[in-house]
């Protein structure tokens, strides 16, 4: 193998290795870093120019003796090593076990940037995924292929939700070959913890590759990381035609890794600290998703983000909701009120949704009751305010109807707890149970036909109640 | 074109490449490295020049070569056009699939029209040899696709005595067609197709007003806030507020000749959609498949950042080439902000001065140059033709007063802004009532008036008098509640929750209402108008709000857009008839003096 080893690092900041006098160095390849004490760590050029040569370490540059720093260049991109054996497996954010077992070994390498998927040869996503929870299925359902992010906040039981998608998600009707992809950037031990067991209790390990970087793991590695976990969920999907579901978690910690290195490169900072380049960065590894012309597999992709302060404008979830295909936004509010899980409605959205529901995929009435209950919804929190303000004895007898609606809204159809799995005909038909509370009147999303089959409106009843 | 030697790769910062690169112009093409990726120099000091690359710089060293091309970044103009999805910097996506698989392999060299399809080629019959030429008459014209007759023009830097004209025949794009002989005795051999340099706007005798509304079916739009062939508007909105969605249904039922979608670092799958479901779909105006009137222009948000840029010129070029056969072009761009994001990120890696969130102080100039390229003309060849440009924006934050929107803001007529509030209840068109404008209302109500109807203004007014008494309504509810508000009150409240409903909301995905006819649009306003009117007569004779509020029939009003297509307006008057009996009968023992 052509390699270059040299010894003149002449400075080390923020992850960062200046070398100078080190010729002809190929943009974006890998390097090897060894240290004093003769422990490696990874790195790859991220400028490369006559005068000196830039290289980033995954491991982060801390204590490193530069007189005794050895530096090696491998003449080759970052690349991850592929095959079958991939599943079952816990790796680093280089592809390195961390499962006390041998590495891969493989002819097929990829590198782990991957290259952009032309457009012309992808297909659009369209199958419906039953994740058994009424909040994302009724109302903001996933499709085969999309990337659909959790948008969340500290505390909040985000890691609870993605568990319980990657248990419950099916093909109604389908057995189907499936891998999970999870990837873990900057979590807790404990998370990590969660996670390993839940795929262990619902019997799905064998099917699980996990790449790992824990909060205590060096920050830079999470930039590899993501890129690794999708090469391998690209072999997963369109080698091996497994239905991939990758679970990148937590983006935010990805995000700040990228910040740091900005910073220390001395890029221009757009909004917040953050490069104006986070936009393309996050778009990699987001478009890595979907499903491609004549192949078999797919990658369904579920991101998780805490919102720094639960800010939504805050660039992180901003950025990630302009390239993700919606999103499911967590709230405080329900979380503290017990409600799990604690979907947030007016501000989710499942862009894909329009193409995998209705008729032929779901049922007919399913686009315009998901839209019934958002209009529904959105003026039954304008009639709670109201309430707040007047107190609800002053209210319409229509407005304490909305009143019911919002309570068992969140109660019934959004809180359905964590161990309870609905089929779809199953969320919609507690849908129709609580706009059957309403005056039809009022329901102008559905059809005439829609509220002659479903709903159960006795006008005669409320007028007694008045 | 003068050769020079070739240069050397000094240093690579990402998309930015240092060359040693002696007296290559600002704008001109290189190749670069052994894989011969494509750039383009974007500045110089002394012997130095900067390139940006439009691909990946990935294995790319220093000392590797520089070749430079010796034109500026150019596209091809010619029949085959249509149908097709390109990227950046006008690479067909479709050949590159051909030849590199499901990812889009580095320093691929394809040109934008396909050589081995051949067209038949008419001569102009009006042209004889001898004749002196100039730049954008018609040599002859090819029939491109079913509906678009594809009008082969001189180039427009070319003037002459026409020595030969091919006859009738089938040829390729780059079969000779014609001679021209030049002033200075030069002979000029003139194809299918001829190129253009994207950063020059393509010449023409002079603008003309624009006259005609261009109809997008899309009540809001066409409605309350209008758009000119030839016009420039602009979307902003925050993430999910259904900017790509007003762009595609504009690029559906838009009744333009021609219709491009870029497509500028926003997601691929958008351009799935459309490449599925556009030949399935029938244009309104011509009976035909969407695909023959459209073309894609696509750099999705993972592609480099550099040749997103370049996008937005390739894709307004294209469109002043149809312009200048005397077609309506319609060229929307979803979506600016990731351009001027790119821009942003050139002039950031350049060390350029930052003056607002990090753009560089031409920001605003390079915006409102991009818009001037929109515009009605006269053709050089004497005809009327048009671009109009319709470019969304994706503000940080949905803050409209963050650089790209309120520069943006400046420059359009037309300002389409989408509401996080009204997307969240699923009000769509999230297009805010409040906070968008249009300058071409009288142009186009003089249209509305001489073709749909003489009150159009006036209704119109009515309706958004009404949204607004309404907004300012529910102020006062939400500080003391609705007992405070007179029956009138109360009634408008309606009214204006009725023009929400049955008239603004319509969706895209509802198959009868996702077009409507200007005579529907109308149809719907009148109705709706008119049952406020009604009821304020009712109340005016005493009938409680309450009753009124109770109609039945509001429900069905509501209704009514999903209920009656287009073609069905005479169903819709007979509704209209019912909707006034009600109100008769719920009058009639008030009026015979009963209470
Ligand atoms: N006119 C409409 N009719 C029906 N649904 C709509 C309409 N407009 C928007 N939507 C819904 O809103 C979703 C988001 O719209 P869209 O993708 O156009 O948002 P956007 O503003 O382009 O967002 P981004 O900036 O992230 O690209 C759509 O997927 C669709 O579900
Ligand atoms: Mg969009």
Redesign the pocket.
């Known amino acids: 193998m052509k390699e270059k080893q040299f010894r003149m690092a002449s400075a080390a900041r923020g992850g960062l290795l200046f070398m100078r006098g080190v010729p002809g160095v190929k943009f974006n390849d890998r390097v090897v870093v060894r240290d004093h004490r003769g422990r490696k760590r990874n790195g790859q050029v991220i400028r490369s120019g006559e005068e000196y040569v830039l290289v980033q370490v995954f491991e982060g540059t801390d204590d490193l003796d530069l007189e005794n720093t050895w530096v090696r260049f491998l003449e080759k991109p970052v690349e991850l090593t592929l095959s079958p054996d991939l599943l079952g497996r816990v790796f680093n954010g280089v592809g390195m076990p961390r499962d006390g077992r041998p590495p891969i070994v493989s002819r097929l390498k990829r590198n782990v940037n991957g290259s952009a998927v032309n457009p012309a040869a992808r297909a659009y996503p369209r199958e419906f995924i039953q994740t058994g929870i009424s909040g994302i299925d009724g109302l903001n359902s996933l499709v085969r292929g999309q990337k659909l992010p959790i948008f969340s906040g500290s505390g909040l039981p985000h890691n609870r939700l993605a568990a319980q998608i990657v248990r419950q998600a099916k093909l109604p009707g389908e057995e189907s070959r499936f891998a999970v992809v999870f990837a873990a950037m900057g979590v807790s031990y404990d998370d990590a913890r969660f996670f390993q067991e839940e795929f262990e209790e619902s019997g799905v390990l064998g099917n699980v590759v996990m790449f790992i970087n824990r909060a205590d793991d060096p920050p830079i590695e999470r930039l590899i990381l993501a890129r690794s976990a999708l090469t391998a969920a690209e072999y997963l999907a369109f080698d091996l035609d497994l239905h991939v579901l990758v679970v990148l978690t937590d983006m935010t910690h990805y995000a700040e890794a990228l910040r740091e290195v900005a910073t220390a490169k001395g890029d221009v900072p757009a909004r917040k600290g953050y490069p104006g380049y986070l936009y393309s960065d996050l778009a990699e590894i987001y478009e890595r998703a979907g499903r491609i012309k004549q192949r078999h597999g797919s990658i369904t992709m579920v991101p998780v983000l805490s919102m720094p302060s639960d800010d939504i404008t805050h660039p992180i979830p901003d950025l990630t909701?302009?390239?993700?295909?919606?999103q499911i936004v967590l709230s405080r509010e329900l979380h503290s009120q017990g409600v799990y899980p604690p979907i947030h409605v007016p501000p989710s959205?499942?862009?894909?949704?329009?193409d995998g529901i209705g008729k032929g995929f779901t049922r007919d009435d399913h686009p315009r009751v998901a839209?019934q209950l958002y209009a529904s919804y959105a003026r039954a929190l304008d009639v709670r305010n109201l309430a707040s303000i007047i107190g609800p004895e002053e209210l319409s007898r229509q407005d304490r109807d909305y009143l019911a609606f919002a309570e068992q809204f969140e109660a019934r159809f959004i809180g359905q707890g964590e161990t309870t799995e609905r089929n779809v005909m199953e969320t919609l038909n507690i849908a129709w149970e609580l706009l059957s509370l309403l005056p039809p009147e009022s329901l102008s999303r559905l059809s005439e036909g829609d509220l002659a089959k479903y709903h159960n409106w006795d006008r005669s009843a409320a007028k007694v109640e008045e | 074109m003068v050769e020079r030697s070739e240069g050397v790769v000094i240093d690579i910062n990402g998309p930015l490449v240092q060359a040693r690169l002696p007296g290559s112009p600002t704008g001109e093409q290189v190749r670069l490295g052994a894989l011969g990726l494509t750039g383009e120099v974007i500045g110089r000091s002394g012997d130095e020049a900067v390139v940006q690359v439009y691909e990946s710089t990935e294995q790319l060293a220093p000392g590797d070569k520089v070749v430079p091309l010796g034109h500026p970044l150019v596209v091809e103009l010619g029949p085959g056009m249509l149908g097709q999805i390109f990227d950046g910097t006008q690479r067909p996506l479709d050949r590159i699939a051909l030849q590199s698989g499901d990812h889009i392999a580095r320093g691929l060299v394809i040109p934008a029209l396909d050589r081995d399809r051949v067209w038949g080629f008419t001569p102009n019959p009006a042209l004889r040899v001898g004749e002196r030429l100039k730049g954008g008459e018609r040599l002859g014209t090819v029939q491109e696709t079913s509906t678009i007759e594809h009008r082969v023009l001189v180039p427009p830097d070319v003037f002459g005595e026409l020595i030969q004209l091919s006859p009738a025949g089938d040829y390729g794009v780059e079969t000779v067609i014609a001679r021209v002989r030049e002033a200075d005795g030069q002979v000029r051999d003139l194809q299918l197709f001829h190129r253009w340099p994207v950063r020059t706007p393509r010449p023409y005798t002079q603008r003309d007003h624009a006259v005609a509304p261009l109809l997008t079916g899309?009540r809001i739009l066409d409605t309350f806030f209008p758009l000119l062939k030839g016009g420039k508007a602009a979307?902003p909105?925050?993430?999910?507020?259904?900017?790509?969605?007003?762009?595609?249904?504009i690029a559906r039922w838009a009744n333009a000749d021609i219709v491009i979608y870029v497509g500028c670092g926003?997601?691929g799958n958008?351009l799935v959609d459309i490449l599925e479901t556009f030949p399935k779909l029938t244009d309104p105006h011509s009976g035909k498949s969407l695909m023959e009137r459209t073309f894609l222009v696509a750099n999705t948000s993972n592609m480099p950042v550099v040749a997103r840029e370049a996008s937005i010129y390739v894709g307004v070029t294209m469109a002043e080439y149809y312009r200048d056969q005397g077609y309506d072009v319609v060229m929307v761009a979803?979506?600016t902000s990731r351009w001027a994001e790119a821009l942003r990120e050139v002039a950031g890696r350049l060390g350029q001065m930052p003056v607002e969130e990090g753009y560089p102080a031409y920001l605003s100039s390079r915006l409102s140059a991009f818009y001037e390229r929109a515009g009605r003309v006269e053709t050089l060849g004497g005809e009327r033709g048009s671009v109009t440009l319709i470019g969304?924006v994706?503000p940080p934050g949905g803050d409209f007063s963050e650089p790209v929107t309120s520069h943006t803001k400046e420059i359009v007529q037309t300002f389409w802004a989408?509401s996080k509030e009204l997307?969240d209840a699923?009000h769509?068109?999230?297009v805010s009532w409040t906070d968008s404008f249009s300058g071409y209302v009288g142009t186009a109500a003089s249209w509305w008036r001489e073709q749909v109807d003489p009150s159009w203004e006036q209704k119109r007014a009515t309706a958004l008098g009404l949204l607004a008494q309404a907004d300012e309504l529910s102020r006062i509810v939400n500080l003391v509640g609705p007992e405070a508000l007179s029956p009138e009150q109360r009634w408008a409240l309606e009214g204006a929750g009725l023009i929400k409903e049955a008239v603004l909301q319509?969706?895209?995905?509802?198959e009868v209402d996702?077009f409507a006819s200007p005579q529907k649009q109308y149809a719907l306003l009148d109705l709706i108008v008119g049952i406020y009117r009604q009821g304020i007569l009712a109340l005016g004779l005493g009938v409680p709000v309450q009753l009124l509020l109770e109609m039945p029939i509001l429900g069905r009003a509501r209704r009514a857009k999903s209920r009656y297509a287009s073609s069905e307006l005479e169903q819709l008057a007979s509704f209209g008839v019912e909707v006034k009996h009600a109100f008769e009968q719920l009058t009639a023992e008030y009026r015979d003096g009963h209470h």
């Not at chain 1, 909701?321 to 919606?326: A, L, N, P, R, S």
């Open positions: 909701g302009y390239i993700t295909e919606g959205l499942s862009r894909l949704m329009k839209s | 899309q979307v909105g925050p993430f999910g507020a259904g900017k790509t969605m007003v762009q595609q249904q926003e997601r958008e979803d979506s969304a994706s989408l997307a699923r769509y068109p999230s319509q969706s895209a995905l509802d996702s």
